[in-house]
């Protein structure tokens, strides 16, 4: 017959130290308050899960009490998943660290990928009721990456139906408001990304950015954002060779957040045959510019050819005195190319890139019923255009590239705001006019970032100050194609002169 062990006093003391010891560790989890851990910086959030100093535990549960206290005014986090599954994902991160098991740059940290790219087994609506209720079958390859990195997927962010618009709002989802006045729009496409940064919801976002997805939300949210070069992050469009001008990037509080995110982003797949050669882990490390004998070039109005709300270039021009400070040389900088011209290349190339991937559903009168107008508007734009045209619209880019890359001959750097105007009342479809000159299509309002789209340069977005209202406004800091390292280097040096920016918060917060 089996007997029971005896319990010694030496067992029986251990057992109690054990379990005093997971007491108080469950106590000192419970009494720790969720605002203060969700505002570490991400990378600080890594290295602490992975020392065992916070555990991946407490960490979603601070991130879930938080979105269940703020993310009802802003509606930035969608499809938040089951509370007590992520509890157990984060408890399955906790035991990895314990039993010395390899960790992944951002293991433990719970994340939200904007609705735009598939997560498997998570909601896939991209903003449109044609895809209410899809769940998706696979990550995407962006998605792979993060969850090798070891993130836990909490859920989505919100986004325009498929991307389209510099203003977060979907009839599947709603609208994202901004922090800064619940009544005015976050930006987008990456607004639900940016809002939730803003709040401390999540410690990364990622996103996307054709025209200023990653630029325009930043800057209206107080945050950093990096549009990469083409070729720089994988995409899962179906053409392999006649790449986008969309591309995806990172979205962070801090630079050094954003350098981590982007390097476990970027990096070659040979999946992707235009994809640039290396490894994303070269991003990691910043160090900050040494600005002193920097020559930046201030584009300004573009000539009088872009149009700006009153205070928008005048904040922005006056925190380039920073850069000034540091001892850089600010000029006024306009590439020697009709920027019309370059405007309707653009306009026209979208038509042909966007309109494509939505013209099996145009093709569907029931489906064609669904979708909102600018999609609508850019298939029929795109069934306009013969292969003859693209060619040669394919050309007119070409000539503005050269025109901006002309423009770094002379300069490190150049820079213009992320948003021809302050956030604007969120009912709005997209503002109708601009300093008295009216906007042709949905988009014109974000000009200047689409000129920069069609140069192929990267940009960052960096906070850069608040208007007459209290709103907030960035800076895209663009540097020479597959300069991404100069971009996050430049952020860094504004960063560490721009605390009083950087670091105010949301009156939400």
């Not at 000192?28 to 969720?34: F, G, M, Q």
């Not at 160090?287 to 904040?315: C, F, H, N, Q, S």
């Amino acid at each position: 017959m089996a007997t029971t062990p005896r319990l010694t006093r030496r067992s029986a003391l251990a057992l109690a130290a054990a379990s005093a010891a997971v007491l108080a560790e469950a106590r000192a989890a419970a009494a720790r308050p969720s605002g203060p851990i969700m505002a570490l910086p991400a990378h600080r959030l890594a290295t602490m899960i992975a020392a065992r100093e916070v555990s991946a535990a407490e960490v979603m549960a601070a991130c879930l009490d938080r979105i269940e206290r703020l993310n009802p005014k802003v509606n930035a986090v969608i499809a938040v998943q089951d509370r007590e599954g992520l509890l157990k994902q984060a408890a399955a991160a906790d035991a990895a660290v314990k039993a010395g098991a390899a960790l992944g740059p951002l293991h433990g940290l719970p994340h939200a990928v904007k609705d735009l790219s598939p997560v498997a087994g998570l909601p896939f609506t991209m903003g449109s009721p044609l895809f209410k209720g899809q769940i998706a079958a696979a990550d995407g390859l962006m998605v792979e990456r993060l969850r090798r990195a070891g993130v836990i997927f909490i859920g989505k962010t919100n986004s325009p139906e498929f991307g389209l618009g510099s203003h977060t709002f979907n009839p599947v989802w709603g609208t994202t408001r901004n922090p800064w006045d619940l009544t005015r729009s976050a930006g987008g496409s990456t607004g639900g990304g940016a809002v939730a940064l803003a709040l401390d919801l999540v410690p990364l976002a990622d996103g996307s950015d054709y025209g200023g997805s990653l630029r325009n939300p930043a800057g209206w949210n107080n945050v950093f954002g990096l549009r990469p070069s083409l070729g720089r992050v994988p995409n899962d469009s179906a053409d392999d060779w006649l790449t986008s001008m969309g591309v995806a990037g990172p979205m962070a509080r801090s630079v050094a957040d954003l350098a981590l995110l982007f390097s476990v982003q970027a990096g070659f797949d040979p999946r992707k045959p235009m994809m640039l050669e290396g490894s994303g882990e070269a991003f990691r490390a910043v160090t900050p510019e040494a600005m002193k004998g920097k020559r930046i070039g201030w584009a300004g109005d573009l000539g009088g050819a872009v149009p700006y709300e009153p205070g928008v270039l005048e904040t922005c021009r006056k925190a380039l005195a920073r850069f000034e400070a540091m001892g850089a040389v600010v000029e006024d900088a306009v590439p020697d190319f009709p920027v019309e011209q370059a405007w309707q290349a653009f306009v026209k190339l979208r038509h042909w890139q966007q309109g494509g991937n939505l013209l099996a559903l145009y093709q569907d009168p029931a489906k064609r019923a669904l979708l909102k107008e600018a999609a609508v508007w850019e298939v029929e734009g795109g069934l306009a255009l013969s292969a003859y045209a693209v060619n040669a619209l394919s050309a007119v880019r070409s000539q503005w590239s050269r025109a901006v890359h002309n423009l770094f001959q002379r300069f490190d750097y150049w820079v213009m705001p992320t948003s021809q105007l302050f956030p604007f009342p969120a009912d709005w479809v997209y503002p109708e006019a601009i300093a008295g000159q009216t906007m042709r299509t949905y988009h014109e309002w974000m000009k200047a970032t689409c000129l920069v789209t069609l140069s192929g340069c990267p940009a960052v977005a960096v906070p850069a100050g608040f208007g007459p209202a209290g709103l907030p406004i960035g800076l895209q800091i663009a540097a020479p194609v597959h300069g991404e390292a100069a971009c996050l280097a430049a952020a860094a040096a504004w960063e560490a002169a721009s605390g009083d920016i950087v670091g105010r918060k949301p009156p939400l917060v």
